[in-house]
């Protein structure tokens, strides 16, 4: 059993950054791929990216690449998200979660074993 809680989210101006942090529970977090997920208002939750058991891998989707960076320490069983040049458009729910031995690039939901609560983001104009 894992347990995710995100943290680290709040009211930015475009152009700003955050870093979001996820702390998870549990012994055996090193063999979990991470991933990040986001949700807006009225649409459906989206990949954002995913980072690898050992941290060696990352993977992007298309809008956030340039911008947005997963890390992870294992020792602190944490992985992060550090968004920079926030926009609008980045406005949304951020959920991070936990793919049992994935590799981090899989963007299914379903692929996915536990999930945090969320973290609101919200980029000003």
């Known amino acids: 059993q894992v347990q995710l809680v995100e943290s680290g989210g709040g009211l930015v101006q475009a152009g700003g950054s955050l870093r979001l942090s996820c702390a998870a529970s549990?012994?055996?977090?090193?063999?979990?791929?991470m991933g990040w997920f986001r949700q807006a208002p009225g649409k459906e939750r989206e990949f954002v990216g995913g980072?690898?058991?050992?941290?060696?891998?990352?993977y992007y989707t298309d809008s956030v690449k340039g911008r947005f960076t997963i890390s992870r320490d294992n020792a602190k069983n944490t992985v992060y998200l550090q968004m920079n040049s926030l926009q609008p458009e980045d406005t949304a729910v951020y959920y991070c979660?936990?793919?049992?031995?994935?590799?981090?690039?899989?963007?299914?939901?379903?692929?996915?074993?536990?999930w945090g609560q969320g973290t609101q983001v919200t980029v000003s104009s």
């Open positions: 980072i690898s058991w050992s941290g060696g891998s990352t």
């Open positions: 979660a936990a793919n049992y031995m994935g590799g981090g690039y899989d963007s299914r939901e379903y692929a996915y074993d536990y």
């Open positions: 549990g012994r055996t977090f090193s063999i979990y791929a």
